[in-house]
């Protein structure tokens, strides 16, 4: 059964930073991979998704990576804000799987 | 616009009544799919479906039916809610070729068994 894991489970730093969030998966035949931000008690907006054959994705301060062979993903954040306090989840669209997500808190 | 409507936002019902939570999307996506999500624990599905008339049983189906007669609807019916099937529920599409494809959410609904 697919798992998908996300670390850390929460994480705090001050504004500016850069930061990065995992994402491992257990199915490495991956058709793509998607990042989700969600804020609390609110919906779910898609922020990047990666597929199988490419190796990055970027969208202003956000870049997402995969690697297949290692069945992990990354967000990278640069230039972090307050705004970007959220929870971010990474799906395998493989099945449809959800890691757990990471809670980020960015300090001003 | 593009979008999936989930209806209703928020709901709370007694132990027993019936209750049925709509999902329409106007995308033409043929894959549409239920997920609850509970603190701690994530986002787990419910049931999915590919194609209209076809569905098929997610992580955590049991108290949960669905059916899909038409491509935009995908209703999620509880026919005899319970307290544990308090939760936050979201309704997802993604076009035919949802491998390669990505998923659109609807707002969620909350949903409160007493």
């Known amino acids: 059964k697919q798992e998908v894991t996300q670390i850390p489970a929460a994480l705090s730093v001050p504004e500016g930073e850069n930061l990065v969030l995992n994402c491992s998966f257990t199915?490495?035949?991956?058709?793509?991979l998607q990042w989700f931000r969600q804020d609390p008690g609110k919906g779910l907006t898609s922020l990047l998704l990666?597929?199988?054959?490419?190796r990055e994705q970027t969208s202003g301060r956000l870049n997402a990576s995969l690697d297949k062979s290692s069945g992990r993903s990354t967000l990278y954040i640069a230039a972090s804000q307050p705004g970007d306090s959220a929870t971010y989840l990474c799906?395998?669209?493989?099945?449809?799987?959800f890691g757990a997500g990471t809670r980020l808190t960015v300090k001003p | 616009e593009a979008q999936v409507t989930q209806n209703p936002r928020y709901l709370i019902t007694v132990t027993g009544k019936k209750l049925t939570v709509t999902c329409s999307q106007n995308?033409?996506?043929?894959?549409m799919s239920w997920y609850r999500q509970d603190p701690g624990l994530g986002l787990r599905q419910i049931y999915y479906?590919?194609?209209?008339?076809?569905?098929d049983k997610g992580d955590v189906p049991e108290g949960y039916k669905v059916s899909r007669k038409e491509k935009r609807n995908f209703p999620l019916i509880l026919e005899s809610p319970s307290p544990n099937q308090t939760s936050l529920y979201f309704c997802?599409?993604?076009?035919?070729?949802?491998?390669?494809?990505?998923?659109?959410f609807g707002n969620g609904t909350r949903l409160t068994v007493t």
């Open positions: 799906v395998h669209n493989n099945d449809m799987r």
């Open positions: 995308m033409n996506h043929e894959y």
């Open positions: 199915d490495s035949a991956i058709y793509n």
């Open positions: 997802a599409s993604s076009p035919g070729d949802s491998f390669n494809s990505p998923l659109h």
């Open positions: 990666i597929q199988s054959s490419q």
């Open positions: 479906s590919m194609n209209v008339e076809v569905t």
